[in-house]
């Protein structure tokens, strides 16, 4: 989804965050797929952006062994 977010030199912190948003991404996308908790869409979108940046983090740690 993000592989050519950076065009050129691209370092390898920065194809790691790109490679942990993405993975965030895809798990929020089947979270709303599969999300019917009575709440608007534009609510569970904010609900979802709010959650982007945290959840790449935790994954970032999570393979930072």
């Known amino acids: 989804m993000l592989e050519n977010y950076f065009p050129h030199e691209t370092s390898e912190i920065q194809k790691q965050r790109v490679i942990a ?8 996308k089947a979270t709303l797929a599969d999300a ?3 709440q608007s869409i ?8 709010a959650s982007i940046a945290p959840l790449a983090d ?4 999570a393979v930072e062994v």
Not at 42 to 49: F, I, K, V, W
């Open 21 to 28: 948003v993405n993975t965030a991404l895809e798990l929020i």
């Open 36 to 38: 019917n908790d009575g």
């Open 42 to 49: 534009e609510h569970q979108l904010r609900a979802a952006t």
């Open 58 to 61: 935790a994954i970032q740690r």
